[in-house]
């Protein structure tokens, strides 16, 4: 099968470099891809949210599947510009992928199927925001831009002063753009935080090793939120009986609910978790692969990652069984010197003679004339597989100066905790 996959980061690097070693994919395809997809996949340079050129494209070059990964296209409705042009697409309508596109109604549909989360409030006007926070008595508390922010549309503030700040930049001074015009502004949860994500065909649910993301920028999770400085899987905070918990009072209830409200949902869903003295709650759901806990995970897969993703598209999930390897899938991102605030791109990487324990996956790479240069903030995954946490970093930490450019930074601290 021609396979071509939507999106630029490491998520998509680990997304093609999976499915390259599936015996039915004939040719790999990647839009817009980046410098280290570009050895794997034909580039394609198309941009993400050009939906018609993307169904041209698969059209004319008789693209058998597209796999959509990045949030916006999926928001946005690439999967249904697909399927109603005959295409097969990996990844939810967007009716479905609303659960990401919106925390407001992310939050209603929660409260609607009696699934646990932090309690909340919805604000559309700023005043009543602004009075609603300085009657506020239990801080730190959370604000979250309705919309998508590429990860970073979540303050917590530590108290009135932060919050009322926070709250005017996202709604008066949209620095998520139109992600602000609503804000959630729910109750901070404590625990122990964890990802599970999980395939599936609108029926059947397979969920992957849980995992572990690192979401601020610096160590002893200090900084403003990002996308993701580092993950690994699985987290040993998900034991059987956190498991047997997720699923009955999260998992199920969600797809069952996302079904019954005619929003089934096919593709892979993100749960954000945190165990709480309380149980097990909601942080947040996602409507694809995380970034970079792809990264962690894919490498574990021991099924044919193109079979699960043909069982998804064809809702036939249950006739298979999906393997996974025991050992500890981990990874660091490398990130430029300004994420995620202001970046900048350009800068020449070196990379060392890396152990062949490592795998790279690019985020945000180009080759410019010949040279390689960052193209994002977050620049390159260094991954490994080993048998438990504590080799996995010694292995990435070993190795992970060999890779070089200016004002480069990453997390010393991942899998520490
Ligand atoms: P989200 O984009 O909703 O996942 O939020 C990003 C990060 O903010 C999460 O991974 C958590 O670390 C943190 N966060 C979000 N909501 C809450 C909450 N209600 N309580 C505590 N931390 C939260
Ligand atoms: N790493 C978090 C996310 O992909 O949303």
């Not at 925390?103 to 929660?110: G, I, L, R, T």
């Not at 919309?147 to 709604?171: F, R, Y």
Request: with cysteine; net charge neutral.
């Amino acid at each position: 099968m021609k396979v071509l996959v939507i999106g630029s980061g490491g998520r998509e690097h680990a997304i093609c470099h999976t499915l390259k070693k599936s015996p039915l994919v004939t040719e790999l395809f990647c839009a817009p891809g980046n410098a280290g997809i570009a050895e794997i996949a034909t580039l394609v340079p198309i941009k993400v949210m050009d939906f018609d050129a993307i169904v041209d494209y698969a059209k004319t070059n008789a693209i058998d599947l597209v796999f959509v990964a990045p949030d916006d296209p999926l928001y946005g409705g690439l999967v249904n510009a697909l399927e109603d042009n005959g295409i097969k697409a990996f990844g939810p309508r967007k009716e479905a992928a609303i659960i990401e596109g919106s925390k407001a109604f992310s939050k209603e549909f929660m409260i609607r199927h009696n699934i646990p989360t932090a309690q909340y409030k919805t604000f559309t006007n700023y005043e009543d925001a602004k009075v609603y926070l300085e009657n506020y008595e239990d801080f730190p508390v959370v604000l979250k831009a309705d919309g998508l922010a590429l990860g970073k549309g979540v303050i917590i503030a530590q108290n009135k002063e932060e919050s009322l700040k926070a709250l005017s930049e996202m709604m008066l001074d949209k620095v998520f753009g139109g992600a602000g015009n609503t804000v959630v502004i729910e109750e901070f949860l404590t625990g122990k935080e964890m990802t599970v994500l999980a395939f599936t065909d609108g029926k059947t649910v397979k969920c992957m090793p849980a995992s572990q993301d690192h979401k601020k920028a610096y160590d002893n999770d200090l900084g403003l939120n990002t996308g993701g400085m580092g993950a690994f899987a699985p987290t040993l905070v998900y034991t059987k009986e956190v498991e047997t918990e997720t699923i009955k009072y999260i998992i199920k209830p969600t797809i069952e609910g996302l079904k019954e409200e005619g929003r089934t949902f096919k593709g892979v869903i993100y749960f954000g978790l945190m165990l709480t003295s309380k149980g097990v709650k909601v942080i947040e759901y996602n409507a694809r692969f995380g970034d970079p806990e792809t990264q962690a995970i894919l490498p574990l897969l021991e099924t044919d990652f193109m079979k699960i993703v043909l069982a998804v598209v064809d809702g036939k999930l249950g006739d298979v069984e999906i393997k996974w390897s025991k050992k500890t899938g981990f990874c660091v991102v490398v990130a430029s010197g300004g994420y995620p605030s202001n970046v900048v791109k350009g800068y020449p990487i070196t990379i060392g003679n890396l152990s062949n324990r490592i795998t790279l996956f690019h985020s945000g790479t180009a080759m410019k004339d010949g040279q390689l240069v960052t193209n994002g903030g977050r620049v390159i995954c260094v991954t490994t597989v080993q048998q438990d946490i504590p080799t996995a970093r010694q292995v990435v930490y070993e190795e992970i100066d060999k890779i070089q450019f200016t004002d480069m930074r990453y997390r010393k601290d991942i899998g520490i905790k």
